[in-house]
């Protein structure tokens, strides 16, 4: 059966290739699409993603690590003697306005870490580095920020709020989901730049002791602080990445686009086996004539369908990985891990299946007496 | 072996459509020894596709009684229908119906798969069946690239494919010309004689009556005429030193 349908596939040339470009579309494009939205999460959650604390304690209402609420400093106090911690340390996510030497204003997120840890900093140093960053007003920036930002120098001073900074560090790859620039700095440098006021910061980076009870110490600081959320990185990171998925509605826009390339994909292969199935309308009755009952004319459309999901899988997949390489970048990363590809190969798999049954069901129609008669 | 392969009576069939009824075949009764070759012959239109097909179990009758090979097919249901053209009955039909995308062998290897032979054994059995046809250089060729008479014969070894014990073709000559007709036909009449097969021939073309041992004559849905063909036996080609052991 294998060589009747993989020859009659094969010698139709535009039929095979419409099913293999509806596969290789449906897959490449699922994956790039949710490779974005990946990407697109990842910068969500790029300070908690990036940051070594083992909870993190935010004001009750944080939604979106960005946003940052202020909580006062002094309840650290009611924490840090707590069994299971190492040390707590304030953390500040603030907003200020930069203006750049020639005038022109631009939003920047300010980061204060502890200057002793520099928890939750910058990485990806590529000039100076996270001791440069304990300089008097010493802040670090993102290449890809520098247009933004007047395409400074290192050394060359930055307003922000009216405070000035020195631009000390740069860095590659630190860019967050609203593309405004970090500046990472101390955490006295950060609140007089941000007008955080005194006794106050963002939040508290709790780092515990070598294996402490995670799960007890979290529910230890809620009894102490009942007007904090004390989240795992996990959470935080989770719960920043919804809120950007379903304030902004991209959860959506993603998920219409993947579902319609895999419709797309549907058509075009369920499309090109029933043509083929069609042009061979004479070959399936004489199969039949001789003997063949349903479950060789599925097996032979199953196989056909099969070798299409199989190789422009194939293709697909090189190709996939070829974007991967080539395409993402630190403003439009795509991440497309190997579950992600495995499961839309799966899915291609379960569309080629049903794009089999409409053929099956013509083919089924086909009286094998036609043979004789016509 | 029973005495008769086919022992049909009072087979009706009728066609149907918008209302209209046409009925096809009246009546018609028939007996096939084992072995035997014959032919059916008569009119366009007077039913004798119809009755190769119901003998066949392509078409059930309408009423009648018809046994093969000692089953009672009229009552058959369409998987029975199948099963039984899979396993006991080898097709040759006018237009060949050869699957064109693929190779000769592979043609013939088709037939093996519906039976569920393993590929190695259906392979090697179906370049066998393209020697015994004198066609084993040509059994890597796509049928396309072959003349009408090879496909003819390719034909010939799909039919003979599970060793079928009744090998039925409906004008088998009717797209040679008339000495690959002849030929085509005098390798199938050959070959089903060393291999003890019935063969039932359905043709219009009276160069190769004399290759058949009987000659029924239908006439407007009836058997008209029936008697050993004008040149039987006696004349008939005595059968080639075919390497029948090659057949299981
Ligand atoms: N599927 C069908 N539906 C309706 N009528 C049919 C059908 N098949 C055949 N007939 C009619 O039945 C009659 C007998 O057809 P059949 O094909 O058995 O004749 P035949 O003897 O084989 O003719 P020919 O020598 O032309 O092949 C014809 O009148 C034909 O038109
Ligand atoms: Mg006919």
Redesign the pocket.
């Known amino acids: 059966m294998y060589s009747f349908a993989f020859k009659t596939l094969t010698s139709n040339r535009g039929k095979l290739l419409t099913g293999l470009a509806g596969v290789i579309f449906s897959l490449v494009l699922v994956n790039v699409q949710g490779g974005l939205y990946l990407g697109l999460m990842r910068k969500a959650s790029l300070l908690v993603d990036h940051c070594h604390a083992d909870l993190w304690v935010a004001h009750r209402m944080i939604e979106n690590v960005d946003f940052g609420r202020d909580i006062p400093e002094i309840w650290i106090n009611r924490i840090r003697g707590l069994p299971g911690v190492e040390r707590v340390e304030p953390y500040i996510v603030g907003k200020g306005t930069a203006t750049r030497p020639d005038g022109g204003m631009e939003d920047v997120w300010v980061v204060g870490s502890d200057p002793a840890s520099m928890l939750g900093s910058a990485w990806g140093f590529v000039a100076g580095n996270a001791g440069d960053l304990h300089r008097e007003y010493g802040v670090s920036f993102d290449e890809v920020d520098a247009p933004k930002l007047g395409n400074p120098r290192i050394g060359d001073w930055l307003e922000v709020n009216g405070q000035r900074t020195r631009l000390v560090a740069r860095t590659r790859g630190i860019t967050g989901f609203v593309t405004m620039p970090y500046l990472f700095t101390t955490l006295e440098t950060a609140r007089r730049m941000a007008h955080t006021p005194p006794e106050y910061c963002s939040f508290f980076l709790v780092k515990a002791q070598a294996g402490a009870d995670l799960p007890r110490l979290q529910t230890a600081i809620r009894d102490r602080l009942p007007e904090t959320r004390v989240q795992t990185p996990r959470e935080f990171a989770r719960l920043s990445q919804d809120y950007w998925t379903n304030r902004t509605g991209i959860g959506i826009s993603f998920g219409a686009s993947t579902a319609l390339g895999l419709l797309v994909g549907l058509m075009m292969v369920g499309q090109s086996l029933y043509a083929l199935a069609l042009d061979h309308q004479s070959d399936f009755a004489t199969l039949k004539a001789l003997g063949a009952e349903d479950q060789h004319v599925v097996s032979i459309i199953f196989l056909q369908s099969l070798t299409i999901a199989a190789s422009g899988s194939l293709v697909g997949l090189a190709i996939i990985a070829a974007i991967r390489r080539f395409w993402s970048s630190p403003l439009a990363p795509v991440e497309i891990p190997p579950e992600l590809m495995a499961a839309t190969v799966v899915v291609i798999f379960v569309i080629c299946t049903a794009a089999s049954l409409l053929p099956y069901l013509r083919i089924r129609r086909i009286d094998p ?2 043979v ?2 016509g | 072996m029973a005495d008769f392969i086919v022992e049909a009576a009072g087979l009706c069939k009728a ?3 918008d209302a209209v009824s ?1 009925p ?2 009246r009546d018609v009764a028939l007996a096939v020894p084992g072995g035997e070759c014959l032919f059916l012959v ?12 119901i003998l066949g179990c392509v078409l059930s009758p309408d009423s009648g009684h018809i046994e093969i090979l000692g089953e009672n097919v009229a009552g058959f249901s369409p998987a029975d229908q199948a099963r039984f053209r899979r396993e006991k009955v080898g097709f040759v039909f ?1 237009r060949f119906h050869l699957f064109d995308a693929l190779s000769a062998v592979e043609n013939v290897q088709v037939a093996f798969d519906l039976l569920k032979w393993p590929r190695v054994r259906s392979r090697a059995k179906s370049l066998e069946l393209l020697a015994l046809v004198g066609l084993a250089d040509k059994a890597a060729s796509r049928v396309t690239r072959l003349s009408m008479g090879q496909r003819q014969r390719v034909a010939l070894a799909r039919a003979l494919a599970g060793d079928p014990a009744l090998i039925l073709a ?2 088998p000559t009717a797209s040679l010309d008339a000495e690959s007709g002849l030929n085509a036909m005098r390798v199938l009449k050959e070959l089903c004689q060393s291999l003890e097969k019935t063969v039932i021939v ?1 043709t ?1 073309d009276s160069r190769i009556f004399d290759l058949a041992d009987r000659i029924l004559t ?1 006439a407007d ?1 009836r058997i008209a005429g029936t008697g050993p063909a004008a040149g039987s036996s006696a004349n008939a080609p005595s059968p080639p030193a075919l390497n029948t052991r090659l057949i299981a």
């Open positions: 007496a036609t004789l008669q | 066609y149907h459509s046409t096809v075949l008569g009119p366009s239109g007077s039913g004798k596709t119809t009755l190769l097909s006018q409906d004008e359905v219009h239908l849905g």
